[in-house]
């Protein structure tokens, strides 16, 4: 095992190689659309559920209400705590074998991806996409690289060493 940080650990293979390791540039999705509608739908629920339960108490109101609420917060604000839990843990690897992506999510967790099973990475709006070899059209994809063009080149150099070693 090779330490990136106290708490991180990747899970190497014996004689393998760190060549870079990072995490995504955006930590936190942003606050957009996805997040201000449902909370407003949650909002405006909230303000019409009192009133409305305590001028004629309707138990299909209720449950209405209670559905309504569920939506809203579990489309807004729930999933976006999710996710930037989710952002904020994720690290990524290129070692001279793969690629891996590690993340907590309810326990350390771990994802691979071999050199040889993937075509040559290319650099597309910051994100390092390559695709699988057995299957076109399906990609891995590192999102938001700080350095996306050097991160290209150390991974075409190790996927051109593991076809011509030295």
């Known amino acids: 095992m090779n330490v990136i940080e106290p708490h ?12 870079w390791t990072d995490s995504p540039a955006k930590h936190r999705p942003s606050v957009n659309a996805g997040l201000l509608v449902p909370s407003g739908m949650a909002a405006v629920g909230l303000a019409f559920m009192g009133p409305a339960l305590l001028a004629d108490f309707s138990p299909f109101l209720l449950v209405f209400m209670l559905v309504w609420e ?21 690290r990524y690897a290129a070692t001279d074998r793969r690629v891996l992506v590690t993340f907590r999510n309810g326990g350390p967790r771990s994802v691979s991806y071999e050199y040889q099973r993937l075509g040559p990475p290319q650099v597309v709006h910051g994100n390092i996409r390559m695709e699988w070899l057995s299957e076109p059209g399906k990609v891995v994809q590192l999102s938001d690289v ?4 050097i991160v290209q080149d150390l991974i075409t150099r190790a996927q051109a060493e593991q076809r011509h070693p030295l």
């Open 8 to 19: 991180d650990q990747l899970p190497l293979y014996p004689g393998e190689k760190v060549l």
């Open 70 to 90: 569920g939506l809203a917060l579990n489309m807004g604000p729930v999933r976006w705590l999710r996710e930037w839990r989710t952002n904020r843990t994720v």
């Open 146 to 149: 700080r350095d996306p063009s």
